[in-house]
């Protein structure tokens, strides 16, 4: 049997596998609430998707509006916070790998913040630019920022030094060589910093929105379940779950383009 026609099977064989992963959980969900028959402690798929249904066309709560719109005023959140996130983060990592003087600058503030967690500057946002959008953006600016400087830095340093010989050699300057080679073949290891900073971008606008926010799918969580409503609940939280898979793979695809080669190994 021939690599292609391996992959090829494997290709075919991996949706077959996750699809069947799914549907048995949710089997085992089913069989689960069906034991506890209690909604409040654990409603049924069928009582989610019932919630789902109902809160995307209308308004939750009565005065507020629908769950697709709370979603995509999180959705909103994320974008601005995590571009701008990502956008700083790599300029940082790229000056940080560029120059060993700006590297030992900015080191200790790296890695004295990385540990600590986004959700703990919640008080502090919120007495200095009060409850609307800026600390919500600013939050996950926290806990984009370190993971994409990490990110850059590391791949920018595993760049193959043949290559960046290759480039000087041939007349290119340091600054032509950082930006042309050098982020350029780290590209993958770029991305693949995005995706771990998509997952804390969407723990920390929940957070924030569950503690000072009137829209948003922390908000939807956070109402529901003060009135006991376990069915929106879930429903709110399988809602990000497929926000943040789709986000995942866009940059999966993006990650493939980049990488060709690497994403044929990892299937």
Sequence with gaps: MSARTARDRSWLRRPLVSTAS????????????????DPVVLPSPIDVLGALVKYMSGP??????????????????????????????????????GSKAIR?????????SRPLPPL??????????GIGEVPKVLLILIGVV????????TGLDNVEPELIHASRSLGGSE?????????????????????????????????????AAQSGLGYVILQAGNYLDTSLIFAAILVIGVLGLLMDGILRLVLRFLDPAGAARRV
């Design 22 to 37: 799914v549907a048995g959980g949710v089997v085992l969900w089913w069989i689960v609430a069906s034991i506890v028959r």
């Design 60 to 97: 939750y709560p009565s005065q507020g509006v629908t769950l697709w719109q709370h979603a995509a005023a999180s959705l909103t959140r994320i974008a601005v916070g995590f571009g701008l996130g990502s956008i700083i983060g790599i300029a940082i990592g790229s000056l940080m790998a």
């Design 104 to 112: 030992h600058i900015i080191d200790p503030f790296i890695e004295l």
């Design 120 to 129: 703990a500057f919640i008080p502090i946002l919120i007495v200095w630019f």
């Design 146 to 153: 370190p993971v994409r400087i990490i990110a850059t830095v």
């Design 175 to 211: 600054r032509y060589t950082m930006m042309h080679v050098r982020v350029r073949a780290a590209l993958p290891s770029i991305v693949t910093g995005m995706r771990l900073a998509v997952g804390m971008s969407w723990t920390s606008i929940v957070a924030a929105e569950m503690i």
